[in-house]
């Protein structure tokens, strides 16, 4: 670095200037980022650092959420919490859905995109279709599988059972929503069915970055299909990828609308998620100290897997654009 | 370039503004301060003296069909009796009112200024924070007249509030699937019960629709069995103090183990809601699914509502309706001519409008509570409107409400939503095949330490 001050007048002419430029426009400069950035700064930390912090502070405390805040109890809500059976099973439904996400929704949407990828008659309307189930409303979704998959009664069978049966599938037939061993699988089936499309979207974007003359290259080489899709295309796609996986470990640490909608956390607690059981037991049984813990627990699980990621996973894009290919 | 730059700052400036104002407006639609003795003020307070114009706000747990409208519309008769008041009358599905909404409004500070209590436990906790205006002067005529029912809505001689219907629990069925399956006369003993159940499933009738999902349902069968084990004395005294060492609590565990295991339920009962459509544990019972239900007073009514939503016209509670109370159990321990019941009822919130009480004792006139009585097809309390109480069923209820020597508010009411619910969620567990009859105990005593 020394040798390049030296260089020449065209190097050192830079840094004269400078520290007059700086003093006089630095001033302006923050004035405009604090302009700019203020009411944005003000909402986040208003809505999100404020409300974190307070939550911070209920948890040390017993409070059933109608009274003063007085009876101080340090980390006994947060013993209770990280030893209750139900938080357990709230904490493994959460990392299953985690898991399950990444396993399933990954491969399909990448593979639906990568054939939806080309020219084709009603391309327009399959991405529309595929893309409809993300816009509509959580609620709406839940009550109506809720609906479809209600349990045999009187000995007449839900919707989704009669279907089964009509097309010979009667042995299928389950207590969806009421049986303990497939509860969780279902509304993982219907959290899928609802965030694929979005996975596709985004896959479909991403793809769109895959420059068209590597493909011919490939073809071209005399790649397949499948060849130039694993060994150029899906490796290009791993930004998106990454992105994509990002928003939804997220995504599936936070689960609330649907399981409440349809399960309410049950039967007998076993569909739970970290939300879920945050409101039931802490605001529902007036015991807002112990739902802040809950709270608590939930941001820091949340931070500390987005720094990780972000550590790790990300930081691979960052050194790839970085240090780049040639040409 | 200058003049780009002098724009886009003019703009930043422009939205900023709009934002602080917009911020503004909303913040809050009085500028009085709070007053510290009290709980937060809502928005709709006024000052003491009693001024031209007030709004109520009134919140109740009416979804179904006629009642919904019938008490919109005695809001709108109150209002128009009384110039200058405005009567806001907003309903909310049950358990999403007691679970969520009141609790939240309370804590907000935007809370109504009307609305359902269930009394005891629940009650106790809002008095205690301030919520709750004490009406024992206002309404001194209407505790005279309802008596013992009242108690509920009453701490240390003061009333917080009154109940506008209450009733006990026992077995609504239907009479035909009884008469399908050869029962010839509803069960007086358990062990009779335990013969219907398996009449009824020889002739392919689920027997029993619980609503387990929503847990309360599912505990009422335990706090019968309780009711049965123990004496009135330890169930007051575990009301009062949240003592329960009794064994008699270990013993409706395992009488409720029995029943479970005779297995007379409802496929998926662990997920079946209450009262919500036709799939709940009431529709099931209405649209002649099963045979019957354990429930309260209220079931009629709720069951009307059901059937008017599924058919989209008004329909009554349907003909083959009966009642039987909770039969009892040989060589049991407790009161056998105890009951267990419960009732709604509304309170005043602290910082309500005066002519809030007025409308409370409105609702709890007679000539209201006999067109309640036929709107909801349930149970009034006033009474002056017992007379209004035509249907046979309710009738049989309102006899067993008279004739029992010691009345049991439900225990999750009762204990607070707290123990309440530790308590509820300790016996689905047991339902669903987990945990012992100890474990319910334990469970319970478990959630008093956390008070």
């Known amino acids: 670095m020394s040798s390049l001050t030296q260089a020449g007048p065209a190097v050192s002419a830079g840094p004269a200037p400078s520290p007059a430029r700086k003093r006089r426009g630095s001033g302006r400069k923050w004035a405009e980022i604090g302009l700019f950035s203020g009411p944005a700064i003000l909402v986040y930390v208003g809505f999100v650092f404020l409300p974190v912090a307070l939550a911070a502070y209920y948890s040390f405390f017993n409070w059933n959420g109608l009274g003063p805040l007085e009876r101080f109890i340090g980390f006994d809500n947060y013993t209770r919490v990280l030893t209750d059976p139900v938080f357990h099973t709230a904490l493994r439904n959460n990392f299953f859905v985690v898991g399950a996400s ?79 061993k497939v509860v969780m699988w279902t509304i993982f089936a219907i959290l899928t069915w609802k965030y694929l499309g979005f996975a596709i979207i985004i896959m479909l974007a991403g793809l769109q970055g895959v420059p068209e003359e590597l493909s011919e290259a490939a073809a071209i080489d005399g790649a397949g299909w499948w060849q130039t899709q694993r060994y150029i295309t899906i490796p290009l796609l791993g930004p998106t990828i990454r992105v994509w996986a990002f928003l939804s470990i997220i995504g599936s640490l936070q689960l609330f609308d649907m399981v409440w909608i349809m399960t309410g956390g049950g039967p007998a607690n076993s569909t739970h998620t970290m939300a879920t059981y945050m409101v039931l037991f802490g605001l529902n049984r007036q015991q807002v100290g112990f739902g802040s813990a809950v709270a608590v627990i939930l941001f820091i699980i949340s931070l500390v897997i987005a720094l990780l990621y972000q550590r790790f996973a990300l930081r691979r894009d960052l050194e790839g654009s970085l240090t780049g290919r040639e040409g | 370039m200058a003049r780009n730059r002098k724009g886009a700052i003019a703009a930043s400036m422009a939205a900023v503004a709009l934002l602080v104002a917009a911020c503004s407006g909303s913040g809050g639609s009085t500028d009085d301060p709070t007053d510290p003795t009290a709980a937060p003020g809502d928005g709709t307070s006024e000052t003491s003296d009693a001024p031209a114009e007030q709004t109520i706000t009134w919140w109740h747990n009416a979804t179904g069909e006629p009642l919904v409208s019938f008490w919109a519309q005695v809001g709108q008769e109150f209002a128009e009796a009384n110039p200058g008041v405005t009567v806001d009358v907003q309903s909310f599905q049950n358990e999403e009112l007691q679970r969520t909404l009141i609790p939240n409004a309370l804590l907000s500070g935007d809370a109504p200024d009307l609305f359902q209590q269930w009394g005891a436990g629940e009650l106790a906790a809002q008095v205690a924070a301030g919520h709750v205006k004490d009406i024992t002067a206002d309404v001194a005529d209407e505790i005279a007249a309802l008596g013992a029912v009242a108690n509920p809505w009453q701490l240390d ?34 062990d009779e019960l335990y013969a219907a159940i398996d009449k009824l499933k020889t002739a392919g009738i689920t027997p029993i629709a619980v609503g387990a999902g929503d847990g309360w349902p ?32 270990v013993k409706a565990g395992e009488l409720l183990g029995e029943f479970i295991a005779s297995e007379p339920f409802n496929e998926g009962y662990l997920a079946t809601s209450a009262q919500q459509g036709a799939g709940s544990s009431a529709g099931l019972v209405a649209t002649g699914k099963a045979a019957m239900e354990l429930m309260g007073h209220w079931n009629p009514g709720v069951m009307g509502g059901i059937l008017t939503e599924e058919a989209g016209e008004d329909v009554s509670p349907p003909e083959w309706l009966g009642w039987f109370n909770f039969p009892g159990i040989d060589g049991a321990a407790g009161d056998p001519n105890a009951v ?112």
Request: glycine content about 10%; charged content about 15%.
């Open chain 2, 157 to 190: 001689g003061k009333t917080y509030g009154l109940p506008y219907t209450f009733g006990i629990s026992g077995f609504w069925y239907n009479t035909e699937l009884f008469a399908q399956a050869g029962i010839t006369s509803t069960p007086k003993t358990l």
């Open chain 1, 102 to 180: 990444l396993l399933v929704q990954g491969p399909l949407a990448i593979g639906v995109a990568l054939l939806l990828n080309r020219k084709m008659k009603g391309r327009g309307l399959v991405r529309l279709l595929i893309f409809i189930p993300y816009i509509l409303s959580e609620v709406i979704a839940g009550v109506a599988f809720k609906l479809i998959l209600q349990a045999p009664a009187g000995g007449s069978y839900g919707p989704f059972d009669t279907v089964l049966n009509a097309v010979g599938l009667g042995e299928l037939r389950q207590l969806w929503l009421a049986d303990q």
């Open chain 2, 340 to 451: 267990l019941g419960g009732g709604d009822g509304f309170s005043v919130h602290a910082d309500a409008p005066p002519a809030t009480v007025d409308l409370l004792k409105y609702i709890l006139s007679d000539d209201v509570q006999a067109r309640f009585a036929e709107a909801a097809s349930s149970i009034p309390t006033a009474p002056g409107a017992a007379d209004a109480v035509t249907d046979p069923n309710l009738q049989l209820v309102l006899e067993g409400l008279q004739n029992a020597t010691y009345v049991q508010l439900w225990l999750d009411t009762a204990y607070g939503p707290t123990v309440g619910g530790a308590m509820n969620d300790a016996i689905v567990n047991f339902f669903g095949g987990s945990g012992t009859p100890q474990d319910i105990v334990d469970a319970i005593k478990a959630s008093v330490e956390t008070l």
């Open chain 2, 218 to 249: 599912a505990a009422h069968y335990w706090y019968h069995f309780a009711l049965k084990s123990c004496s009135p004395e330890v169930l007051q005294q575990a009301q009062a103090e949240l003592v329960f060492d009794d064994p008699c609590f």
